[in-house]
């Protein structure tokens, strides 16, 4: 399968975590245009510490391997590539804008992974249309704002929009983390703020406020983390945060604030009670702790192992393409 991906030139989690993904199950097949520089390892126009998230986890993790970006408009037009994929639509738009007339509605996909639930008609309407940070107000926006705000939530999205989250490569995920690893109950980086402050909390962390960079290198955080028995984790700009699957990838109990206010369609999937420990306070969080036995534990620490197994960007990018193609073959 020939897949032409476009692009932007900074990072965004969403467009590169499948740019990765696909670049996995496609290899050559996916072609990225223009061409991701900082998904490539050795890229360094920039120290890392100059980019956004320290370029961890995600960034410069693909093999630069030869890839055929010649010709890109004669063969679009032609319908040469049998997927047209916007790896960030808001992104990428100028392209949108100029090929549009040449787009295929079985072969285009759109992706939006801005922090805004805000949903674009004119780009929902029209093409498979994977949205992070989706809910059901989000069909209050879809629709103009036309209909009174005490039935919105009654109103289905189009047929079109479907939930996506974040994924992490499966390279990035640790094996064999257990209780007897653990030195510590808690990261260095705590983005809780009422967390950070309790007495009993407050010797762990090092940050000073829910952004400060606490690491220079990913393998120093990774290390932290896989030291830590818990991680935590809150709703930032949006629920999804690359964060979350961090935390799970090495090996720490995810402990994630107010889990229970995200609606079911918003990233991230799967998260719950067998695998993580939702709070709603530092007190709560602390008394949940306090009273969980070694068993209990490593039941969650399990668990946790299997929801980061199901959230790899190879597992995430063949989901997408698969509820594309449902979707397609449902409306043919």
């Known amino acids: 399968m020939k897949i032409l991906y476009f692009t932007s030139p900074d990072p965004d989690n969403l467009q590169d975590a499948y740019l990765h993904g696909l670049r996995m ?3 050559a097949d996916l072609v990225d245009y223009p061409k ?4 490539y390892k050795g890229w360094n126009a920039r120290p890392h510490t100059e980019m956004y998230a320290r370029l961890f986890t995600l960034w410069r993790t693909l093999d630069d391997i030869p890839v055929d970006r010649t010709d890109i408009d004669s ?4 319908g040469y590539y049998d997927l047209v994929i916007f790896g960030s639509i808001e992104r990428t738009l100028p392209f949108y804008n100029f090929y549009l007339p040449y787009l295929n509605f079985k ?8 922090d805004s639930r805000g949903l674009n008609p004119r780009w929902a ?24 705000k005490f039935i919105y939530k009654r109103v289905s999205l189009h047929r079109n929009v479907l939930p996506i989250s974040f994924a992490i490569p499966k390279e990035k995920i640790t094996t064999g983390i ?18 950070r402050e309790h007495p009993k909390v407050k010797a762990f962390a090092k940050n000073t406020d829910n952004t400060t960079h606490v690491f220079d290198n990913e393998q120093a955080y990774y290390q932290d983390l896989k030291c830590s028995k818990f991680g935590i984790t809150t709703k930032r700009g949006g629920w ?16 994630f604030r107010n889990l229970h206010e995200k609606e079911p369609l918003s990233a991230p999937h799967g998260l719950n009670e067998t695998n993580c420990i939702p709070y709603t306070s530092a007190d709560s969080l602390l008394e949940h702790i306090e009273k969980l036995s070694d068993d209990a534990y490593h039941a969650l620490l399990s668990e946790g192992y299997k929801w980061i197994w199901s959230q790899t960007t190879e597992v995430k990018a063949s989901d997408m393409l698969e509820r594309a193609f449902n979707f397609w073959k449902e409306n043919a």
Do not use: W
């Not at 991701?36 to 998904?39: A, L, T």
């Not at 063969?75 to 032609?78: H, I």
């Not at 072969?107 to 801005?114: N, Q, R, Y």
């Not at 309407?125 to 069909?139: G, P, Y």
């Open 125 to 148: 309407r029209k093409f498979m249309f994977f949205k992070r940070e989706l809910q059901s107000k989000a069909s209050y926006y879809y629709n103009y704002k036309l209909i009174p």
């Open 36 to 39: 991701k520089e900082v998904m």
């Open 178 to 195: 257990s209780l007897s690893h653990k030195t510590k109950l808690f990261p260095s980086h705590i983005v809780d703020g009422e967390l």
């Open 25 to 27: 199950l496609f290899g």
């Open 107 to 114: 072969k285009t996909i759109l992706l939006e992974g801005e």
């Open 240 to 255: 999804d945060c690359l964060r979350h699957y961090e935390i799970a990838a090495n090996g720490a109990v995810i402990c």
């Open 75 to 78: 063969r679009l037009r032609k």
